[in-house]
């Protein structure tokens, strides 16, 4: 099974500013395959961007993903007030299980 | 706009069986992954399984011989069952709905959930 290693656990940082998100996977994965949610105290998750780089419908254009091979980010290019909240990376895989990164935490500095 | 509604007893007793239904309003339950995902309290989140409208199922491995998702076509619903609970199966329950293409090899996320229902196990 292909583990996700999100880093930092936390992120302090404040608004305006730039956040850099890293997931890396135990393994090389194939870019297709990755996804990443941000998650609000209380609210679901809610699908950021798919495929390492699409943003989701609605999604505002400070947030990009890149990344390939084992090695993946999530890039806020200047934090809004909503934006801090927890973010987890997620792959697919053909055979189970879906994989969650164990989350970052963007908390306000 | 598809949406999803978590229904089921809030409270279970350890060692009884944990059931949820997911019913989808606003599309049809054909196509797309149907899942459960949950998040213990202060914890992350973890994948249970899915089931594919046409009945194809995959679980977790670490929860694959107390669980089973079936789906009624019919309510448009899908449904969750974790048997011989415990206290460490307490936690907010999600129903999702994700898509993959296996014609592209391309997963487009979980992009439809459900508010979430707590469930606690405790007698």
């Known amino acids: 099974e292909i583990v996700l290693t999100q880093s930092p656990g936390t992120l302090s940082l404040s608004p305006g500013e730039r956040a850099t998100l890293s997931c890396r996977a135990s393994q090389s994965v194939s870019s297709n395959h990755l996804a990443w949610y941000q998650q609000k105290p209380g609210q679901a998750p809610r699908l950021l961007i798919y495929g390492a780089s699409t943003r989701a419908t609605g999604i505002p254009d400070r947030f990009s993903g890149s990344g390939s091979g084992a090695d993946f980010t999530l890039t806020i290019s200047r934090l809004e007030p909503e934006d801090f909240a927890v973010y987890y990376c997620q792959h697919y895989d053909s055979s189970p299980p879906w994989m969650f990164g164990q989350g970052t935490r963007v908390e306000i500095k | 706009q598809v949406q999803l509604q978590e229904s089921g007893p809030r409270l279970v007793k350890p060692s009884e069986t944990l059931s949820l239904t997911c019913t989808v309003s606003g599309g049809s339950i054909s196509s797309y992954y149907w899942t459960w995902i949950r998040q213990p309290p202060g914890k992350g989140l973890e994948w249970i399984g899915y089931?594919?409208?046409?009945?194809?199922?995959n679980y977790n491995p670490s929860l694959k011989s107390r669980v089973t998702i079936s789906v009624d076509t019919s309510k448009n619903q899908f449904s969750l069952k974790l048997t011989s609970v415990t206290a460490a199966d307490t936690a907010v329950y999600y129903c999702?709905?994700?898509?993959?293409?296996?014609?592209?090899?391309?997963?487009?996320?979980?992009?439809?959930w459900g508010q979430g229902t707590t469930v606690t196990v405790s007698s």
């Open positions: 999702a709905r994700a898509w993959y293409s296996s014609n592209w090899n391309y997963y487009y996320g979980m992009d439809v």
């Open positions: 089931i594919y409208y046409s009945g194809s199922i």
